[in-house]
């Protein structure tokens, strides 16, 4: 039995993992590594086989939360760790599964390739109204930083989303639903939804929840997204870092440095071009906990964070401890 949570589907799909294995799975449309497989390899094909199935029950799981998550060909692939020139897929065309393909390469020609048909994009009923496929290709100008800008915010989103109907916050879950589907109408672009998905559910968290609340439901949700990889360049004793690191390759900020003159327990860090909209006077906050929770053991966590508008844009500044308790978990107030 796999599990039904993402973070069950995703302990699955880990310890199918080998760090020796010949295979791993990309998506057939556009060559990404689709989430949570990315970076994983597998020691055989039925191996393989068996972590794509599971990386669409993954996808699956996300689409409860956002029905306009794109539908990925997930296929498997083969290198060859010699100089072997590449050979044909083998025929075994009653062993495949919703279209997986095996292709066998060479190192050399790893990255060369021959993409199958995407999948046929599902439509879906959310709340009665029609959900909209993401299935379209994205234009030549699109890159892999900005698909992977949407993967990290629809597995945000959907963590959150599941710790709070875990957690019995029946009114913020609603108010996240009415306003996705508010947005789903309104907004054409995938990429411009899943961040104001993101700042719809700061505001949501803000407005419904008690700090405490907040706290507890961003440690839940940070227990339900992928772990972080031991390959990580960030050393996972400098959680600040290995965050903004992430949120940076994810176009969440364009760019960031931390004040080396920081005291213990606490951080400043400088922060460009943030992809979600401060409105009416608040900075959602949200996505930047979330990965520092994500990094960082309960007890030692920055439980307070506090952002000014600066020249060069954000400067954010965090503590782990607070008289007041937990503060700009979700949403905090921009100082002047």
């Known amino acids: 039995m796999i599990g039904t949570t993402l973070l069950e589907i995703s302990d699955h799909i880990e310890s199918l993992a080998s760090d020796t294995g010949e295979y791993s799975l990309v998506c057939a449309r556009y060559g990404d590594r689709p989430v949570p497989a990315a970076g994983l390899r597998f020691e055989s094909r039925a191996v393989a086989r068996a972590a794509a199935r ?9 689409r409860r939360y956002d029905p306009r998550l ?3 060909d997930v296929i498997v692939r083969q290198e060859f760790l010699d100089d072997h020139s590449a050979t044909e897929p083998e025929a075994d065309a009653g062993d495949r599964d919703k279209a997986h393909d095996v292709r066998r390469f060479s190192a050399a020609e790893a990255t060369d390739w021959t ?4 999948a046929v994009a599902a439509v879906e009923e959310a709340g009665g109204r029609d959900g909209r ?12 930083r900005g698909r992977d800008r949407v993967e990290f915010c629809h597995e945000a989103a959907a963590a959150v989303f599941e710790a709070l109907s875990a957690g019995g916050h029946d ?8 306003a996705y589907f508010d947005l789903a109408e309104r907004v054409g672009d995938p990429d411009d939804l899943c961040l104001c998905l993101l700042e719809a559910m700061a505001e949501a968290l803000h407005r419904r929840l008690t700090p405490d ?11 339900g997204v992928s772990p972080v990889s031991p390959d990580t360049p960030v050393p996972t004793d400098d959680p600040v870092s290995g965050a ?4 940076a390759g994810a176009g969440v900020v364009d760019g960031y440095s931390c004040d080396p003159d920081s005291a213990a327990g606490s951080a400043t860090v400088l922060v460009s071009e943030y992809a979600l909209t401060a409105r009416d006077g608040r900075f ?4 930047l906990v979330l990965e520092l929770y994500r990094r960082t053991e309960p007890g030692r966590r920055h439980e307070a964070v506090r952002i000014d508008s600066v020249d060069e844009g954000w400067r954010v500044s965090l503590s782990t401890g607070s008289s007041d308790g937990p503060v700009g978990l979700a949403s905090a107030a921009i100082r002047s």
């Open 115 to 118: 993409l199958s048909d995407p």
């Open 244 to 247: 903004f690191d992430r949120l």
């Open 133 to 144: 496929d993401g299935s379209e290709a994205p234009s030549d100008g699109d890159d892999d």
């Open 284 to 287: 959602p906050t949200l996505p």
């Open 54 to 62: 599971a990386t669409e029950q993954y996808r699956d799981a996300l």
């Open 213 to 223: 609340e907040q706290a507890s439901v961003l440690s839940a949700a940070a227990a």
């Open 70 to 72: 794109p539908y990925y």
């Open 171 to 178: 009114d913020a879950e609603s108010a996240v639903m009415d």
